[in-house]
DNA sequence: GTCTATATGTCGATAGAC
DNA sequence: GTCTATCGACATATAGAC
């Protein structure tokens, strides 16, 4: 029942059912990661979850924790992608640059529930095996890039191009961002709606009227 | 062995050396379940780092997971004993408001080098589980108003008291806090020394300049 | 109070049928 | 390619000696 009459490709090739395999595992590893830890969660959950069983997992990957990592890696790529779009839409000037640094990280907040349990788990299990620390802070490099390039325009609305690394100013803002979002999950009235947006402004204001710590001319 | 000739009390009563016990498993916990995780960590193994047996953590515990418990409102009951004594400090003049506020931070920081991943840890478990997101979400609140009790004076350095809340600059400095220090540790060299200092001199900079949401009549 | 021994269960990973 | 059956290792928690 393979093979079809007509000069048509078959509905699915043998590649491409196991790609499809792939995806539905991979996407059931990180719900199940997220809902139950890494160590937590079993290889025949995940399994059952994608719904196959932990033959075809074994088939498919070397095991737990190259599953775990092939996540970490997939997380990094799709948060370049995203990255890219909204820097691309800033160029083109579809976007304020403000409005879409918000975006950035709307975003990445709402589109997932479960995201930000699944970083704390790379992030712990990165802290354990410096062989993935290296490789955790590698895959952070490229969306930290992103960052930054959606960080230069607004520098420039602030007037504070050129007085500050916009690198610094992305790590900054990254890390309020991933600090308030982990309070707001444990205690939503300690961060309301507003807050991340008014701590942005604080920062921004805070950079266009701060003397670097070497002390440039003024123009 | 165990007699004393003198009339001082015995070296330990059983009550202490229960006490002591506790103690020290308590401790071994920390280090275990920060190292290895919640679940990856093994009652022998925090046992055996005690340097006793299985059977004198369950004699002296109900378990892993009450174990763990404990650790989280100790190490709650810890931060606001040294919140306390450094608003004391302030108060009496013995140091300043900045400079205080650096140490609440910096000390967390320096002290206990896997803090952060028993934190992390915490975190995890408790949005896992509601009974306990809720109870650390309270064990939160008083190391919180500690914060907030030490932001009021750097506030009114900056002129910005009464135009802002306090608890909502504490929350944003505890989570950029807590957010570069989970950076810097994954990756130092994108987190430079001085980068807190500089994030939080941004921050105070930005919250002295910007005008309330709802615009506060100008002196 | 603390230790040793053990009951009971679940895990990751593999082998062989289909 | 995927499934079922199973092995060996290790987990938590308990029971009884001391």
Redesign the pocket.
């Known amino acids: 029942m393979d093979s079809e009459p007509d000069g048509k490709p078959r509905r699915l090739?043998?590649?491409e059912?196991?790609a499809?395999?792939?995806r539905l595992l991979l996407d059931a590893a990180a719900r199940t990661f997220a809902r139950k830890g890494y160590?937590?969660?079993?290889?025949?959950?995940?399994?059952e979850a994608a719904?196959?069983?932990?033959?075809?997992?074994?088939?498919?990957f070397?095991?737990?924790?190259?599953?775990f990592i092939e996540l970490m890696v997939g997380g990094a790529k799709a948060r370049v992608e995203r990255g890219r779009r909204i820097v691309a839409a800033v160029q083109d000037g579809t976007e304020e640059p403000e409005q879409a640094l918000g975006r950035f990280f709307m975003e990445a907040a709402d589109k997932d529930d479960d995201l930000p349990l699944l970083q704390a788990e790379l992030w712990l299990y990165a802290m354990r095996n410096p062989r993935l620390k290296e490789a955790l802070a590698e895959a952070q490099r490229e969306p930290q890039a992103a960052l930054e390039a959606l960080m230069e325009p607004v520098l420039e609305r602030v007037g504070a191009a050129g007085a500050v690394p916009p690198s610094a100013v992305a790590t900054v803002a990254s890390a309020m961002f991933q600090g308030l979002l982990r309070q707001r999950r444990l205690d939503p009235p300690s961060v309301p709606d507003d807050l991340l947006r008014q701590a942005m402004r604080w920062l921004f204001t805070g950079i266009a009227n701060t003397p670097g710590p070497s002390a440039e001319e003024p123009s």
């Open positions: 090739t043998r590649a059912a196991k499809r395999t792939r160590a937590g969660a079993s290889v025949e959950e995940i399994a719904g196959y069983s932990i033959g075809a997992l074994y088939s498919n070397g095991g737990k924790e190259e599953l």
